[in-house]
């Protein structure tokens, strides 16, 4: 069984390693492109031999690729060759979904690698200890002990974990006088849209409601990006997508903290103050904005531009962003 594990765990390392080699030459490709884009239109390229052999270079590499993707997909916007900003935006993009498995394989390393509780000495003992307790020949220092015990045990399942609530701002106005048929397809393509986000942020688990849905992440970081991209993306969503007369707008709240759980808990079946509290957030929210508890978002201020919303929701100061 060791050795099962063992092995799990050596190949999900050399899989983490692998996606990150990937994504920094991934990332380095996109850098290389970049800079023999703005190299490639200077008037004075042909006094910079080194720069010049380095663009031609870069456009040997390039021209495969972009020649398959002119073939595949249309690449001209108004008469302009638009080839190189999608292979760009596309290598980059890949590289960010390598950047996130490689975190969901080191993860689940680093979760087979450690030593389940119930299998120490010191839980035997314990098993042991209660056995005693039944049979009522333990005294009161026993007892406290075991107490002590428990505790300890339950802290090593306990895993720090941000919960994201998106919701529908008054999504019963919006049916309201219009065809069912037309409101199930933009509320369907709404969920797809969201789901999409959701997998490209790396959501650990997802829970919906009909027009709402708790996602639990790893990272506090994932939690608000996510966010953050679901709202930026309404607009769009209004614009080229929706047909219903209302435009959609959603809340988004967010809380982070310890919790008793484990991988195999749906997210259904999570129970925690922490989650209720990321659906208050949400509730309480204002329209196509994120809220965020005070204590998640503060390790993470100088990247995020979150400010004091001036109010509180379960005794939580809160922050927002706006779109």
Request: with cysteine; aromatic share 8%.
């Amino acid at each position: 069984m060791k050795a099962a594990i063992d092995f799990k765990v050596l190949a999900l390392r050399a899989a983490c390693f692998g996606f990150k080699a990937a994504r920094w030459l991934l990332l380095a490709c996109v850098g290389c492109m970049v800079v023999a884009g703005l190299a490639g239109g200077r008037k004075d390229l042909g006094k910079h031999p080194n720069l010049k052999k380095f663009v031609a270079w870069e456009s040997s590499v390039e021209k495969p690729a972009l020649e398959v993707l002119r073939a595949k997909v249309p690449t001209e916007v108004k008469g302009r060759d638009v080839s190189r900003w999608i292979l760009g935006t596309g290598v980059f993009l890949l590289a960010t979904l390598l950047g996130n498995a490689c975190m969901t394989f080191g993860y689940k390393a680093d979760r087979l690698k450690a030593p389940p509780a119930d299998k120490t000495a010191a839980s035997d003992a314990l098993i042991a200890k209660l056995q005693q307790l039944q049979k009522g020949t333990l005294t009161r220092g026993d007892v406290l002990e075991i107490m002590s015990e428990t505790k300890r045990t339950t802290e090593r399942y306990k895993r720090s974990l941000a919960f994201l609530s998106i919701d529908v701002v008054d999504p019963i106005a919006m049916k309201r006088d219009e065809d069912p048929s037309v409101a199930e397809r933009d509320f369907k393509r709404y969920k797809t849209l969201v789901d999409g986000i959701l997998k490209e942020s790396g959501a650990f688990k997802t829970a919906w409601t009909p027009d709402g849905v708790m996602i639990c992440f790893v990272e506090t970081r994932q939690a608000v990006l996510a966010g953050q991209r679901i709202v930026r993306a309404i607009p769009k969503f209004n614009r080229e997508v929706k047909t219903l007369r209302a435009d959609f707008a959603v809340r988004a709240g967010i809380n982070a903290g310890d919790l008793l759980t484990h991988d195999s808990i749906p997210m259904e079946e999570m129970a925690d103050r922490t989650i209720d509290i990321a659906g208050h957030m949400m509730k309480h929210g204002a329209p196509n904005a994120v809220s965020i508890s005070e204590h998640a978002i503060k390790p993470l201020l100088e990247e995020f531009p979150f400010t004091p919303a001036g109010r509180q929701v379960d005794g939580c100061p809160v922050y927002e962003w706006r779109l």
